[in-house]
């Protein structure tokens, strides 16, 4: 059993600093975590793979004397190699699947001195909004374990959201650090393009749409870690400006009076819920108060045509999973090695042309100039951080009828000619109706977070995000410190933590 019961109201620096004084060892707090995760994951489904007896041994040794010595970490089973540990990525064939190397990220984890407890859920190849795959099974919201807590990362912000850890990895491509965060009442930010670093295996991910972080209950808990981790690796394809100062540093400074530009409009012209713009109208109201200018205004950016340019890179980044995990396997995969979505979107992948692909990622640069210019006038634009709440469990899974017509599709490989009715651009609007505001900044570059400001009425978290100008993660910083203090989330806790 745990010997600390008092481990949920401190974050990461707050155990971290209690260790540094002696007032409790990294094998106590060790302990705790693991009665945690014991007492919690048989109805959440956060961790796929314990490391209990790794964490023990860190826990143990001579930790280094870093920012986060002692405080118990988990993995998003996605991107983040340990070496000995097997990485399924969601997906059944990879179940043999054991990395001999430790990803640069995870290296710099280490650094800090976390103790890795165990790698989290997520959906297959981090390709969903909600964290369901068939080889583990669903993890669970735990504000409502009828609600699913989001995806990709859904795994690392249930773990979170319910005390299992104080903080936990993800990462985001298209929204996957800020959706779960928003959906399980945490903070999440995605750093700009290229702040932390994706070696070995890549350069940019998902050409450069994806960025690794943490999900944290605190601001400053974020900010330490990006302190501790940013920066190129070597080989990186490029360096972006380190900020002035450290990050940590920020939430103490004034974040000075901003312009912010907001919106209660889907870019995809589909409806939003009424809770999702209460969240954006009362955080207006507390931005007002809090002396910053804000105004309703968008970017002018179409939406269904940033939504075709993020859709035609999945499609791609997908064909190109199924190729990379044919090597892998040393065999041509087939239809029976992953799910039956995931075959799908891997013909509608092989029904584009490179000229289709390369047209679609020079329209980020279109999305980003037109950022620019918003930026001209506004320092941020708040929008909700999802359009509706969270889904019920299965809520989002094709039905019967649809997995047969997958299933005929798949057998025949008949990609293109889904593609050609028109079923493709009709699936991918659909399912980014709940969820349209967060590829925005992937496809742009730009740093953006999700901050818990709002509560439904039946008890559900409801996010709000912000997109800041690219490289300006100081800004989002000293905000969100503001907004900390002044409308404190911390305490709130799921009813299953308590």
Wanted: net charge neutral.
């Amino acid at each position: 059993m745990g010997t600390f019961a008092e481990y949920d109201r401190y974050d990461a620096l707050g155990l971290a600093e209690l260790i540094r004084k002696k007032e409790i060892t990294p094998v106590e707090i060790c302990e705790e975590a693991i009665a945690r995760i014991e007492r919690f994951n048989p109805r959440i489904n956060a961790v796929i793979r314990p490391m209990f007896d790794i964490g023990r041994k860190a826990a143990g040794a001579n930790l280094p004397d870093s920012p986060f010595s002692g405080v118990p970490f988990l993995i998003k089973d996605l991107l983040t190699a340990y070496a000995g540990v097997p990485m399924n990525m969601g997906c059944k064939a990879l179940r043999n699947y054991v990395p001999s190397f430790d990803s640069e990220l995870m290296k710099r984890y280490k650094a800090t001195g976390v103790v890795v407890l165990g790698k989290t859920n997520t959906p297959e190849f981090g390709l969903m909004g909600v964290t369901e795959p068939e080889l583990h099974g669903p993890t669970r919201n735990p504000w409502n374990p009828d609600r699913t807590p989001g995806g990709s990362s859904g795994g690392s912000a249930a773990a979170v959201a319910c005390g299992m850890v104080p903080m936990a990895s993800g990462g985001d491509g298209g929204g996957s650090i800020r959706i779960p965060a928003s959906f399980c009442g945490l903070f999440g930010l995605k750093p700009s393009r290229g702040r932390t670093p994706a070696g070995p295996e890549f350069g940019a991910i998902w050409q450069g749409a994806a960025v690794e972080h943490v999900i944290t209950r605190s601001v400053r808990d974020s900010a330490a870690m990006l302190d501790a981790v940013q920066g190129a690796d070597v080989g990186a394809p490029y360096i972006i400006q380190k900020p002035e100062r450290p990050y940590l540093d920020e939430l103490s400074r004034p974040a000075g009076k901003l312009r912010i530009g907001f919106t209660r409009r889907s870019p995809l012209n589909a409806g939003i819920h009424p809770e999702c713009v209460e969240a954006v109208e009362k955080t207006a109201k507390l931005l007002e108060g809090l002396g910053h200018a804000v105004e309703e205004a968008e970017p002018a950016i179409d939406g269904i045509a940033l939504a075709g340019s993020y859709f035609t890179l999945y499609y791609g980044e997908i064909e190109a999973d199924i190729v990379q995990l044919g090597r892998t396997l040393g065999r041509n995969p087939s239809p029976a090695d992953v799910e039956a979505t995931t075959w799908l979107l891997n013909l509608l992948g092989k029904a584009f042309t490179s000229g289709e692909f390369v047209q679609a990622i020079r329209q980020w640069n279109t999305f980003a100039r037109q950022m620019g210019s918003f930026h001209e006038k506004y320092d941020m634009y708040l929008t909700p951080t999802t359009a509706r709440p969270p889904a019920r469990i299965g809520e989002l899974k094709p039905g019967p009828a649809e997995e047969f017509v997958m299933e005929i599709v798949n057998g025949l490989g008949l990609g293109r000619m889904v593609r050609w009715t028109g079923l493709a651009e009709k699936i991918a609007i659909e399912s980014l109706a709940r969820t349209p505001f967060t590829q925005l900044a992937n496809l742009t570059g730009q740093p953006a977070m999700s901050v818990p400001l709002h509560w439904t009425k039946d008890g559900l978290p409801c996010g709000v995000q912000f997109i800041a100008r690219f490289g300006d993660e100081e800004s989002l910083f000293r905000l969100a410190g503001q907004l900390e203090q002044a409308q404190p989330w911390f305490d709130r806790r799921p009813e299953i933590s308590l």
